[in-house]
């Protein structure tokens, strides 16, 4: 298939500490967006790829996070000395164009 | 700022009734998506509105846009109970970023 695959699916951390999230997006597809959902609101933009530049960041990634397409492949998100806040689902897009995003499955963080 | 609102909220709809969704987005775009969210899944493409006037159907979903208007709508047709889930528009922007509105949760009653 394959659709976009995200790993892990849940991740429950404790706050503080960091986590990476992994995006594999549809093989042909060059460009990845991330996004972060929370309950009961759309999706936010975060951050997009195009290969393996990062062309798009919103001011809702701030320092602690950090993103990376090193061989405009998959996709790394990292959360650094992670907050209550940071709760939330992380959800990765890919496409070909600027026409349809399929997103993947999604990866629920739970910072205690 | 820019901003995609959407209303109704929350829509109660009977089985076999029509009713339309709302999208209006704040600054101008070059394209407008609708997205269908189940609970606890992901989101699933259903449409792709790229110029004024655009109308687009799949099954018992139309929708259209109008950018002089800055809105879109997603009219339902004779609603089953399958259609019962969280519908997102999205505007793309400048560059590659992407707005969504807060969703409009249908539920449709037998």
């Known amino acids: 298939d394959t659709g976009v695959s995200q790993d892990p699916r849940h991740k429950i951390t404790k706050r503080g500490q960091n986590v990476t999230f992994r995006c594999d997006p549809i093989s042909e597809h060059n460009r990845l967006y991330w996004y972060r959902q929370t309950l009961g609101q759309g999706p936010e933009f975060l951050t997009y790829f195009q290969n393996e530049a990062q062309l798009e960041k919103s001011r809702l990634l701030s320092d602690r996070f950090s993103a990376e397409r090193p061989k405009g492949s998959f996709s790394t998100l990292e959360i650094q000395r992670t907050e209550q806040g940071d709760s939330a689902m992380y959800l990765c897009?890919?496409?070909?164009?600027?026409?349809?995003?399929?997103f993947g499955p999604g990866t629920r963080l739970t910072v205690l | 700022e820019l901003k995609v609102e959407q209303n109704p909220l929350f829509l109660s709809m009977q089985e076999g009734k029509n009713y339309t969704i709302y999208c209006n987005y704040s600054t101008t775009s070059d394209r407008l998506y609708w997205y269908r969210q189940d609970p606890g899944k992901s989101l699933e493409s259903l449409f792709v509105?790229?110029?004024?006037?655009a109308v687009k159907q799949e099954g018992r979903l139309m929708a259209s846009l109008d950018t002089k208007a800055r809105l879109s709508t997603l009219h339902i047709t004779a609603a089953v109970h399958d259609l019962s889930a969280t519908y997102f528009c999205a505007a793309g922007y400048t560059g590659n970023q992407f707005y969504f509105g807060t969703g409009t949760s249908l539920t449709v009653i037998p």
């Open positions: 509105l790229l110029s004024n006037g």
């Open positions: 897009a890919s496409s070909r164009s600027r026409d349809t995003q399929y």
